[in-house]
């Protein structure tokens, strides 16, 4: 049964054009092209019983991780197949397990839409909530080098006001 949701995987990747690699068998690793995160690596497992989809969202917040996991546990709660998780490192994940059986195009397509969505629609909420003081130096050292500020548009309240 696993090779046959394998086969699944394989095929839905094809069938959206996204490039993938398998070096261990049954770890698929590829990458969800986003808008405000440009990209969402996920790795699918695929175990005895059931296939489990991890996305990696953000790395480790440098601050306010009360704030940031306290949004994440919020947010779970209106999640529908997939959950922020935590790895030991702190780094933001989107976690999601289907049993095999279930594993479908049309669930793939689903659960991968949710964790894309997700993913990019929380990903500047993320930073903001726990890299405010780096996004805030950010804008001061790009501003003082006359360096180009377009990708910090969406943080243009976290301008320095002298500026």
């Known amino acids: 049964m696993p090779e046959e949701a394998a086969a699944v995987v394989r095929s839905w990747l094809g069938d959206n054009g996204l490039d993938f690699e398998e070096k261990t068998p049954g770890q698929i690793s590829f990458s969800l092209p986003g808008e405000k995160k440009l990209q969402t690596p996920v790795r699918v497992d695929l175990g005895p019983h059931a296939l489990g989809i991890h996305a990696f969202v953000c790395r480790n917040p440098d601050e306010n991780h009360v704030g940031v996991y306290r949004w994440l546990l919020e947010k779970n709660l209106r999640l529908f197949a997939v959950a922020f998780a935590v790895d030991k490192d702190g780094d933001i994940y989107l976690d ?12 793939l397509d689903n659960i991968l839409g949710t964790v894309l969505s997700v993913s990019d629609n929380s990903f500047n909420t993320i930073l903001e909530l726990g890299f405010a003081s780096s996004i805030r130096k950010e804008w001061e050292w790009r501003l003082s080098h006359g360096e180009p500020t377009v990708n910090l548009a969406a943080f243009e309240h976290l301008r320095p006001k002298d500026a």
């Not at 999601?96 to 669930?107: F, G, H, M, N, Q």
Request: proline share 8%.
């Open 96 to 107: 999601a397990r289907l049993p095999l059986s279930a594993v479908t195009a049309d669930d």
